[in-house]
T-cell receptor
């Protein structure tokens, strides 16, 4: 257990529905990241927050995706009008100001039927 | 662009050493990482190396870094069945993200 928690751990939804995932980082970490991992691939970067500011977004993050970190603590990732291609593991990570690495949560596995 | 490449599969006999190789593209990376991922589990940081080092040893794990060739390797001594997993190489290309390879699936033969 790295100290980063994600909820839910699994989500099954029907195509076209909206889903929201939550990430709680390690409490003193000011940087928070979202990644997506599909079968047979390594995690791919989606977006990055420093405190409450969203500083970078990958072009993988289409306009159906939105992420927030309103108070600089937990973060949410919402996917609107889900598609089957959104099925993946969504990983959250956090990093402190002087950490050498990011610490990953257990992930949320999304299945879109 | 940013890219991390590694071979997809490696099979070794139990008790032998495993060597997993990786190449990366961003010469400005500060840290290079090896993660372990088991089925249904999250990412476990195994070890990392600072870019100004060329070797790091941690119990059964040895990391070698050739910065000139942008080549990273992970050696696991005395490989055991519990080492079966996917090993992901990654580079810290900037403060904003880590770039991962696709992973090498290590399988252990009796």
């Amino acid at each position: 257990d790295t100290g980063v928690s994600q909820d839910p751990r699994h989500k099954i939804t029907k195509r076209g529905q909206n889903v929201t995932f939550r990430c709680d980082p390690i409490s003193e970490h000011n940087r928070l990241y979202w990644y997506r991992q599909t079968l047979g691939q390594g995690p791919e970067f989606l977006t990055y927050f420093q405190n409450e500011a969203q500083l970078e977004k990958s072009r993988l993050l289409s306009d159906r995706f939105s992420a927030e970190r309103p108070k600089g603590s937990f973060s949410t990732l919402e996917i609107q009008r889900t598609e089957q291609g959104d099925s993946a593991m969504y990983l959250c990570a956090s990093r402190g100001a002087i950490s050498e690495t990011q610490y990953f949560g257990p992930g949320t596995r999304l299945t879109v039927l | 662009g940013e890219d991390v490449e590694q071979s997809l599969f490696l099979s070794v006999r139990e008790g032998d050493s495993s060597v997993i190789n990786c190449t990366y593209t961003d010469s400005s990376s500060t840290y290079l990482y090896w993660y372990k991922q088991e089925p249904g589990a999250g990412l476990q940081l195994l070890t990392y190396i600072f870019s100004n080092m060329d070797m790091k040893q941690d119990q059964r794990l040895t990391v070698l870094l050739n910065k000139k060739d942008k080549h990273l390797s992970l050696r696991i001594a005395d490989t055991q069945t519990g080492d079966s997993a996917i090993y992901l190489c990654a580079e810290d290309s900037s403060a904003s993200k880590i770039i991962f390879g696709s992973g090498t699936r290590l399988s252990i033969r009796p």
